[in-house]
């Protein structure tokens, strides 16, 4: 994205607020031709004294004016900065917005960190441009396009001069950006590599401990730290020599205005004041020029930043709604694959022609081998992906013509991470429906078997779980969660892996409460424990993304075929093998 196109684009963000930039864009207007006026009357306070004839009138014109010039700033400045932060959050929101509805490939490829990094420095990007493009270049440029005849009406030699002098600063500031554009957007990589490597650490710190990863990982990172300086070492150079190139043209400017303005003043074709005005305006047109020239390093220096910004935003849905979807009413649950097929990319990863029925009320369960299609089958119901071929019905409609919001609202999930938020056991349960009453809370954490543990925690459901639940045990991390999903009592359940770490003795508690809940619900398991798939319904056995085997516990061992050997080789685990390593993990 070109230079240009990026600061077009990062202006029409203040659209939404139009009319008072457009107000502020005015009033910068005014002010700067207030600036170069008053060197005007500067210079003819110094003629008039040198012809010892009346100066007042111009000491009060420029009196008046230099006090609206304050007071008309002040404004300016003020409403400039609580536009920008408005904006800025503005800006924030939509990003965030946007990404919690991209796909997990997206962030399980960007990392959470570089996301966050782009979310953050892309929002704080655009305040600064903003904030720049109100208080200083709108004044900067009408400034100058207004000193230009202003200067040429008065002395169009010593105009020539102040001409010069900007030439030279355009020639200076693009040949700079032309030998540092790459080396730039090289830098904007390296702060995403950077930030995304911090969130990657930070996300799995107790890895790092356990392993004593903690100076290789250091150590990781001054490295990737030691590339970001090696990029931004030269752009700095540049950015460095052309601010001294800059101030020497300026300096030179001056010198040549009072050393031709004297010649002038000498042959009379230049009065006294008219050369102090002139150098009144080289200081006036070199402020104005730095501030383009400072606006213009940092748009260019931010360009990468506000790209990577903008490609988020631009990052297309996986998953779009139809103009006419229609929200799904009063599911039953009746759940139906036909003929579906989905393929990860070109390789032979996905699910291929699945057809089945789970009926309304009915437990199905998927087993399999690791990478067999189970998750990615419960991934296509919930239309967190589309399938390329066949489709999915609940209650006969087709879910690709119900709202998401209806769709996701039928179906409660208990993961195999339960996934919790950094925040009060109450509030991570109440995810599951957040107008329920304190009442309705208590009632599911009973259900959940999870009443005992929270009541001996400081706070009780005001306790804070950490972040992703690393404050409680894994039992008790995934009774929470089961808590969640029974308090949306949601017509169609999906329980993947969801009794995993619990120890035998809660997980019949937990067991117990679950065939409550699934009565009148359909249910779909993802499981390796026998005590969770035996009573299934039905039991679908996927190998290599396809559905292999299909039938109840009894008749598939009996056949002797795939779920069979899983079940004798001992890739479906009787609870007691695990009861141990469990219970450990529950209490601590």
Sequence with gaps: MSLIRVYVRALGFLAPEKGLTAILVAAGGVIAMVLV???????????????????????????????FGILAGVVVAVMADRLAHRQRLAAMRTAFERS???????HAEIGTGAVVRTIVAGADTLFSTWLSFLRE?????????????????????????????????????????YRTSEGQAAVERHH????????????NVTVVQSYTRLAAEMNALRSLMAQLLAAQYPVLTWWGLLTILTRSASTVTMVAVFAIGSMLASKGEATVGEIVSFVGFSQLLIGKLDQLSGFVTRIFMNAPTLGSYFRLLDTELAIVERPDARPIENVQGNVRFENVSFRYGPGSQGVFELDFEARAGATVALVGPTGSGKTTTLALLQRLRDPEGGRITVDGNDIREVTLESLRRSIAVVFQDAGLFNRPIAENIRVGRPEATDEEVLEAARMAEATEFISQKPGAYDFVVGERGLSLSGGERQRIAIARAILKSAPILILDEATSALDTETEGKIKRALDTLRQGRTTLIIAHR???VADADLILVFDKGRIVERGTFRSLVSNGDLFARLVAEGDFHQPSEEADATEQSDSG
């Design 192 to 203: 995403i590599t950077v930030a995304g490597r911090v969130g990657d650490v930070i996300g």
């Design 37 to 67: 006026y008053e060197q005007v009357l500067f210079g003819r306070v110094v003629d008039a004294l040198a012809k010892n004839t009346d100066a007042m009138p111009y000491i009060i014109q420029w009196a008046v004016l230099g006090l």
């Design 100 to 106: 919690i509805t991209l796909p997990i490939s997206y």
């Design 530 to 532: 026998l005590s969770t």
């Design 137 to 177: 270049q709108t004044t900067a440029a009408i400034g100058i396009l207004f000193l230009v005849p202003t200067a040429l009406w008065m002395n169009w030699r010593l105009a020539a001069l102040l001409g010069v002098l900007a030439v030279v600063y355009a020639v200076l500031n693009a040949l700079v950006v």
